[in-house]
Nanobody
Framework: EVQLVESGGGLVQAGESLTLSCKVS????????IGWFRQAPGKEREGVSC????????EYEDSVKGRFNISRDNYKNTIYLQMNSLKPEDTGVYYC???????????????????WGQGTQVTVSS
């Protein structure tokens, strides 16, 4: 069974940092894409970033570019989202998701992703 488990969320003040983790298990593919998405209160789910497991190529949504870093540890099957200079508008439930091959390397279309975690809450206060 494919399982994605997010962790690392919490409550921080604006300007502080958090690192989220997503542990993936049950996948037999050598390469796939992992995306981070978030859903703020009263809003639809939106893409944040994505990474290819194989070559480590990355993409970022404009609002987080330069502040967030996505990375992966293939040995641990864990994907990280390091979030720096957090803003109140970054608040939301953060989800990781897997798009199996052939993958598009996009965070724009949540419907393209095949497996989802349950999410972890990130709250940024001002």
């Amino acid at each position: 069974e494919v399982q994605l488990v997010e962790s690392g969320g919490g409550l921080v003040q604006a300007g502080e940092s958090l690192t989220l983790s997503c542990k993936v298990s049950g996948l037999r593919y050598d390469d796939y894409a992992i995306g981070w998405f978030r859903q703020a209160p009263g809003k639809e789910r939106e893409g944040v970033s994505c990474i290819a497991r194989g070559d480590g190529s990355t993409e970022y949504e404009d609002s987080v570019k330069g502040r967030f870093n996505i990375s992966r540890d293939n040995y641990k099957n864990t994907i990280y989202l390091q979030m720096n200079s957090l803003k109140p508008e970054d608040t939301g439930v953060y989800y990781c998701a897997v798009e199996k091959p052939p993958f598009s390397m996009t965070f724009l279309w949540p419907a393209l992703y095949d497996y989802w975690g349950q999410g972890t809450q990130v709250t940024v206060s001002s």
